[in-house]
């Protein structure tokens, strides 16, 4: 069961991963920084690669870090939301199952 729950949480905190990449780099790509990178290399810091031409920070970097923290940190509480709620909703089929 260990291995199910281990399952579920890894593919919703890569399905939870690809849409905080998506909605960091459609609100924070151009109003906090400039980078030409792709849409996952905008979320990895550091967000901009100096000497690189037009890649700058707009606001403060300590704004852009703190932001980046609370995405992150929803990016894995959401999931591990969903899979405690979906294992507590079918426990017993899974018990069923899986013994």
Same mark, same amino acid.
């Given at each position: 069961?260990k291995l199910t729950i281990? %399952? /579920?949480?890894?593919?919703? @905190?890569?399905?939870?991963?690809?849409? %905080?990449? !998506?909605?960091w780099h459609w609100q924070m790509?151009?109003?906090?920084?400039?980078?030409? &990178? !792709?849409?996952?290399?905008?979320?990895?810091?550091? =967000? $901009?690669? +100096?000497?690189?031409?037009?890649? /700058?920070? /707009?606001?403060?970097?300590?704004?852009?870090? *703190?932001?980046? =923290?609370?995405?992150?940190?929803? *990016? =894995? @509480?959401? +999931?591990?939301? %969903?899979?405690?709620?979906? $294992?507590?909703?079918?426990? &017993?089929? @899974?018990?069923? !199952?899986?013994?």
């Amino acid at each position: 069961m260990k291995l199910t729950i281990a %399952f /579920i949480y890894g593919v919703l @905190l890569l399905i939870s991963l690809l849409i %905080f990449a !998506s909605v960091w780099h459609w609100q924070m790509s151009g109003v906090y920084f400039v980078s030409n &990178k !792709s849409l996952l290399a905008d979320f990895l810091p550091p =967000f $901009i690669h +100096p000497g690189e031409g037009g890649n /700058i920070y /707009i606001k403060p970097l300590r704004v852009i870090y *703190m932001m980046w =923290f609370v995405y992150l940190v929803a *990016m =894995f @509480l959401i +999931p591990a939301g %969903f899979t405690w709620l979906l $294992i507590r909703l079918h426990q &017993k089929a @899974l018990n069923k !199952s899986w013994v």
